[in-house]
């Protein structure tokens, strides 16, 4: 399928999907049930810079657990990967996000996409005090981003005041010395980095960069050492979509990441990045709408990994 098509594509299923009720806002975090349910947007950007985007595209949101994949980068630069693999494990779980649950083994986290798992991973950020650390999470937003961003203050202060359960969990890994920062920092600096603003295109062009081997597709400036790509893809590929995981994989197959805002970022390496936006859920704290977007996207253009008929954005064939 031709580039001039996409827009096309991308225009029919939101128009197709636009009257989904199914799902509900997340609730558990105050500021979250407020969003407006209706929202819904679509952005593709390739490995080229092209931008393509339908719907509610410049509405900010918080990203919340999709921030988990590029601190998790922060951390391998910050530490190597050998080193993050000692504090945070890289299995996929049927379990909630949420479960305060640690391998009996080696009592690492599963994963850096569940949040106890991000929570060891943000722990590792180095910075010499919390605003230091802060500054450096954001600067490395802005450079997947290609913009300044700043930290939602009422969702911060919303995610911190009814965040029991994760501090429990961090509780439990510094017992265990999974965590062995200050506790309340690193919490402070998990809860900011989740309240991150975004919106739909943002969450594209960051998806576009791990695509394009970390170099921002639309700034041209790297964003994170391309050596560790393939460990940011391989989790989000295994552990990404949390206990849909699996099910994901087979249908879609594509390296993606789900929030409790709405959002889900995928990745065609080599090819495009995809963003989605819309805040209704289904039971495990994907976007429903999301969801079927990806799923038809990927049917449509071949996206999956092992599709080997695959269409290529940018020249050729995916399959090359």
Request: aromatic residues 8%; hydrophobic residues 40%.
């Amino acid at each position: 399928m031709a580039q001039e098509n996409l827009e096309a594509v991308l225009n029919d299923l939101h128009c197709k999907y636009k009257s989904l009720q199914d799902g509900a806002v997340a609730k558990y975090i105050p500021e979250l049930a407020k969003v407006n349910p209706e929202l819904f947007s679509i952005c593709v950007v390739t490995v080229d810079g092209e931008v393509y985007q339908v719907g509610d595209d410049k509405q900010l949101f918080t990203i919340q657990s999709i921030s988990k994949v590029f601190a998790y980068g922060l951390a391998l630069e910050d530490h190597g990967r050998d080193y993050v693999l000692t504090r945070v494990g890289v299995e996929p779980t049927g379990d909630a996000f949420n479960a305060i649950i640690l391998d009996e083994q080696s009592n690492r986290p599963l994963n850096p996409m569940v949040n106890a798992g991000a929570i060891a991973t943000t722990s590792l950020i180095k910075g010499n005090g919390a605003t230091e650390r802060l500054n450096r999470m954001l600067n490395m937003f802005r450079g997947y981003i290609g913009h300044d961003v700043f930290v939602d203050i009422s969702v911060f202060t919303s995610e911190r005041s009814t965040g029991h359960r994760n501090r429990a969990m961090a509780h439990l890994m510094l017992n265990f010395g999974m965590i062995d920062r200050n506790i309340e920092e690193s919490l402070d600096l998990y809860f900011q980095q989740c309240a991150v603003m975004v919106n739909c295109q943002d969450l594209a062009v960051m998806a576009a960069t791990l695509a394009n081997k970390g170099i921002n597709p639309v700034t041209k400036e790297r964003a994170v050492n391309s050596s560790y790509i393939k460990d940011i893809l391989s989790v989000m590929y295994t552990c990404g979509m949390y206990n849909f995981a699996g099910e994901w994989a087979y249908k879609i197959g594509i390296p993606a990441k789900s929030g409790v805002c709405g959002g889900i970022i995928a990745i065609v390496p080599n090819q495009m990045g995809i963003g989605v936006f819309s805040p209704r859920l289904d039971a495990r704290g994907n976007s429903v709408r999301g969801v079927k977007v990806c799923e038809e996207l990927s049917q449509q253009l071949g996206l999956h990994l092992f599709e080997c008929s695959r269409n290529n954005f940018k020249s050729g064939d995916l399959c090359n």
